[in-house]
């Protein structure tokens, strides 16, 4: 909800010192009066952690609107841009950005309440969406990322660690632990080594196992 004391600002960025803002500043002025509220910065945009985007979140309060030119101004990963969206949403803050029309209705049109609602049903709708595109993009750099380890190895390329050495007798044992035949205690007391170390080592094994390195060579633990 707008309140008279409420302030417009704006965000700019670019992903260098040389690069120019002033195309983003010029898209921004027919909505945020002064100049000054507008935020830049010229830095990646690959996290959040940058001097002109912390300073605006310090600035803004409770019915404040922010105007961003286009989403990949204000960053990277989508993941994290729905965790800064939500961090506005609950601080009462409105964002609207220029290449979104969802986000540039005119909420004044509307009587206070139903402008409450709208306000909040976008802020949702922008957070899911980008919620599922976050999640439709990891998996598919899992799918390439899984489709081009196997194409590799089809093709004899080792993938992993340089691989550990565990006893002669470790795979054995850890298939023995794993159908019960045998305790973690009891191998933890046969290889004198700590719990930690103990599960430790068998994400290490299952890990070469993954990528094609199961096999065991003598060696210390």
């Given amino acids: ?65 922010i105007y961003i030119h286009e989403m990949e101004r204000l960053g990277r990963n989508k993941r994290e841009i729905k965790e800064e969206l939500e961090f506005f949403k609950e601080s009462g803050v409105i964002v609207r950005i220029l290449n979104l029309p969802t986000t540039m209705i005119d909420y004044n049109q509307f009587d206070s309440k139903l402008q409450q609602t709208l306000m909040e049903m976008v802020n949702n709708i922008l957070i899911e969406v980008l919620a599922t595109m976050a999640e439709t993009e990891r998996d598919n750099i899992r799918k390439r990322q899984r489709e081009g380890i196997d194409s590799a190895k089809r093709r004899g390329t080792k993938f992993g660690r340089p691989k550990k050495d565990f006893p002669a007798s470790w795979r054995d044992d850890v298939l023995a632990w794993k159908t019960k035949k045998i305790t973690a205690v009891a191998l933890m007391r046969k290889y004198q080594i700590a719990s930690s170390t103990f599960y430790k080592k068998v994400k290490e094994y299952e890990y070469q196992e993954s990528c094609g390195k199961g096999y065991m060579t003598r060696g210390r633990m």
Wanted: charged letters at 30%.
């Fill in 1 to 65: 909800m707008q309140y008279k004391e409420s302030k417009i600002f704006g965000y700019v960025r670019v992903s260098s010192k040389d690069q120019n803002l002033n195309r983003q500043i010029d898209s921004l002025r027919q909505f945020v009066p002064n100049e000054r509220d507008i935020f830049a910065d010229k830095v990646s945009g690959k996290d959040f952690f940058r001097p002109k985007y912390q300073a605006l979140k310090n600035s803004v309060r409770h019915g404040d609107t």
